[in-house]
């Protein structure tokens, strides 16, 4: 399988690290890769608190030698979605259901915005005979992971949603659980997501994995052949169909959220090309 790949493609949460906990053998196995096999290494990741740049730091407090360039988020993605569909000629705004990272990969782009962090403690007044007011220059609502999600949010996003003719409805991903820490997993975006569908009745603009748009970015441009790149990750959903869906080889980790069980219970059009317990499993 290594001769035949010149590219790998990593998901981060359950394949690199678990909440802030480096996997044994990660850093030891990206130099085997890189240094040893002359590959080419990119990290791709659902999570959307964190642009590009705070990955990059991420990265480098668990001691890992990462360019920024290698490194795609879905908060990322949500910006070049936009980016390549020309929305800051619109002159509209985006609201946001998310976190930090969101804002950051906007801002890169020129694009205003409104909610986010800046939204978390607020409540919608509730009292008879009141309607809650919304900037009419929402042209996209960007639904991401947030871990201070609330009514106040969820009602901002609906009016723009339903009440803003052509606002766009865009979700990071739709993933179902995230490693928050290395001791459990706890809800993900799918909630905040299925939460925004539920009272608009739409169905989102999905970036992320198993999105083709992160893909798509890197093939145009690197010039590279997707039979040449092996897509790596823990989650058959996502990942796994990411790969399947986008001429990638894959290969299934059991580091994260999908154990050997699930795996060989699973339908046979979602079994990756191959498994194995970890990314350091290269090495063996």
């Known amino acids: 399988m290594l001769a035949g790949i010149k590219t790998f ?8 690290w678990r909440g802030d906990s480096l996997i044994d053998g990660v850093k030891e196995t990206l130099d085997y890769l890189r240094k040893d096999l002359g590959k080419r290494v990119f990290f791709v990741t659902n999570n959307s608190t964190k642009s590009r740049e705070q990955y990059l730091g991420k990265f480098t407090k668990l001691g890992l030698d990462v360019e920024a360039e290698e490194i795609f988020s879905s908060s990322f993605a949500a910006a070049a979605y936009l980016e390549q569909t020309q929305f800051a000629k619109t002159g509209k705004k985006v609201y946001i259901i998310g976190e930090q990272g969101i804002e950051e990969e906007l801002a890169l782009i ?11 403690a607020k409540v919608a007044d509730m009292s008879p005979g009141s309607a809650m007011p919304h900037d009419a220059d929402v042209g996209a609502v960007v639904v991401g992971f947030d871990r201070h999600v609330n009514y ?19 979700a990071t991903n739709l993933d179902a659980v995230t490693h928050l820490t290395d001791a459990q997993e706890w809800a993900g975006n799918g909630a905040m997501v299925g939460a925004i569908r539920g009272c608009t009745g739409k169905d989102p603009i999905v970036v992320g994995k198993p ?28 990942d796994i169909m990411f790969g399947k869906n986008n001429g990638l ?10 154990t050997e069980e699930k795996l060989l219970a699973a339908d046979a059009t979602s079994q990756p090309d191959c498994y194995a317990e970890s990314m350091a499993s290269f090495m063996a």
Do not use: W
Request: charged share 15%; hydrophobic share 40%; net charge negative.
């Open 9 to 16: 493609i990593f998901d981060c949460d359950g394949v690199v």
């Open 110 to 120: 020129g694009v205003p915005y409104l909610g986010g962090p800046s939204d978390k």
């Open 152 to 170: 106040y949010k969820m009602q901002y996003a609906q009016l723009c949603i339903n009440e803003n003719p052509g606002c766009l409805f865009i």
């Open 211 to 238: 999105s083709s748009l992160m893909i798509d970015y890197i093939v145009d441009k690197y010039g590279m052949a997707p039979s040449e790149i092996c897509m790596v990750g823990d989650r058959m959903d996502t």
């Open 249 to 258: 080889q894959t290969m299934l980790v059991l580091s994260g959220v999908t």
